[in-house]
């Protein structure tokens, strides 16, 4: 693939002592049944904590209590699945990362299920790169002197570290082995919080890693950054260059959040869960959630135009998958 590098993935990885509580209460009377909100990843990673960060604010504005429910598995696509296969009334959400949707359908052999025409967008509600951390004890503090440092050494000696083959870590390490020309060997992990501890504890040379759970780890001299992969650095890590930046000219590696439902749900009561979810993603309290887990803004788009996105991404993995023979494990 030739540069510029400019792909949506999504992230989700994190420490479990970032957990939220699970159920969240709106501040008026529910107008129906509980809402359970699928996030398909184990408790404790970068999606699981921005899902119930935007549950909590989600609840009030739909009207109903909102629970988060981690189902976790081959990547997202257990969870994924569950969601597609409820039933269309509104009651099952999937907070999802991209890669759940354009990039898992992909990998899977034998899924009759297929999630592009299975599930339909409700609202994107966040957008986000991705920052490159290593273990302090990588004698490389910027990206000429890490890339100098993985080409010096064997192939296959220095490792990154994912949350399972088509996780978006994973796939963010991918685009920019590419875009760098250099090997690494991929270490896949059953979840995302072991494969970024596994770097802290100096098991795995680096990670390419949502914001949430990578901010404490660098601020407590736990991880190094060395760069981020978006197209202008993020607040929370103003000192951090981007990819562009430190040397690897229009690499742009980024992701979202958006909430999901099951393909039947009426058009109805769809417009009722966008406009919900949109004025859920536009308060301030959310943006300033954001902002502090190093997160952005979702683009303000109805959710046709979101769903319209969502195709084209699904196209260019379909194609990517086929080019780079990416394989479920």
Same mark, same amino acid.
Request: overall charge neutral.
């Given at each position: 693939?030739?540069?510029?590098?400019?792909?949506?993935? $999504? $992230?989700?990885?994190?420490?479990?002592? %970032?957990?939220?509580?699970?159920?969240?209460?709106?501040?008026?009377?529910? !107008?129906?049944?509980?809402?359970?909100?699928?996030?398909? /990843?184990?408790a404790g990673g970068?999606? &699981?904590?921005?899902?119930?960060?935007?549950?909590?604010?989600?609840?009030?504005e739909i009207g109903q209590t909102v629970v988060v429910d981690n189902r976790g598995?081959?990547?997202?696509?257990?969870?994924? @699945?569950?969601? !597609?296969?409820?039933r269309p009334d509104g009651t099952?959400? %999937?907070?999802?990362?991209?890669?759940?949707?354009?990039?898992?359908?992909?990998?899977?052999?034998?899924?009759?299920? &297929?999630?592009?025409?299975a599930?339909?967008?409700? !609202?994107?509600?966040?957008? /986000?790169? /991705?920052? %490159?951390v290593v273990h302090p004890d990588v004698p490389a503090k910027t990206l000429p002197e890490l890339l100098a440092f993985i080409r010096g050494r064997p192939k296959g000696e220095l490792t990154y570290s994912s949350g399972g083959i088509?996780?978006?870590?994973?796939?963010?390490? @991918? %685009?920019?082995?590419?875009?760098?020309?250099?090997?690494?060997?991929?270490?896949? /992990?059953?979840g995302t919080a072991p494969a970024l501890l596994d770097v802290v504890a100096g098991r795995v040379t680096m990670n390419f890693s949502s914001p949430p759970p990578a901010l404490a780890l660098v601020r407590e001299g736990k991880l190094r950054a060395i760069a981020v992969t978006g197209e202008r650095r993020i607040a929370?890590?103003? &000192?951090?260059?981007?990819?562009?930046?430190?040397?690897?000219?229009? !690499?742009?590696?980024?992701?979202w959040h958006g909430v999901f439902a099951p393909a039947a749900t009426p058009a109805d009561l769809m417009s009722r869960m966008e406009a919900a979810a949109r004025r859920a993603a536009a308060t301030p309290k959310f943006a300033e959630r954001l902002t502090h887990d190093g997160l952005e803004p979702a683009p303000d788009r109805p959710r046709a135009a979101f769903a319209a996105a969502v195709r084209t991404e699904s196209d260019y993995w379909a194609r990517k998958v086929k080019e780079l023979n990416l394989q479920l494990e």
């Open positions: 693939m030739t540069l510029p590098v400019r792909r949506s993935l $999504l $992230l989700g990885l994190g420490a479990a002592g %970032l957990i939220r509580p699970a159920l969240v209460h709106p501040a008026r009377a529910q !107008a129906g049944r509980a809402v359970t909100v699928v996030v398909p /990843y184990a970068g999606t &699981d904590i921005t899902a119930r960060e935007f549950a909590q604010i989600f609840a009030p598995g081959a990547a997202g696509q257990v969870g994924s @699945v569950s969601v !597609a296969r409820a099952t959400l %999937l907070f999802a990362v991209s890669t759940n949707i354009v990039v898992n359908p992909h990998l899977q052999k034998g899924e009759r299920l &297929d999630l592009a025409t599930l339909q967008p409700v !609202a994107q509600v966040s957008s /986000y790169q /991705y920052v %490159l088509g996780n978006a870590n994973h796939l963010a390490g @991918v %685009l920019f082995s590419e875009a760098a020309q250099v090997e690494m060997e991929h270490v896949p /992990y059953r929370a890590l103003s &000192d951090v260059p981007t990819l562009t930046e430190a040397g690897l000219p229009n !690499a742009v590696i980024t992701g």
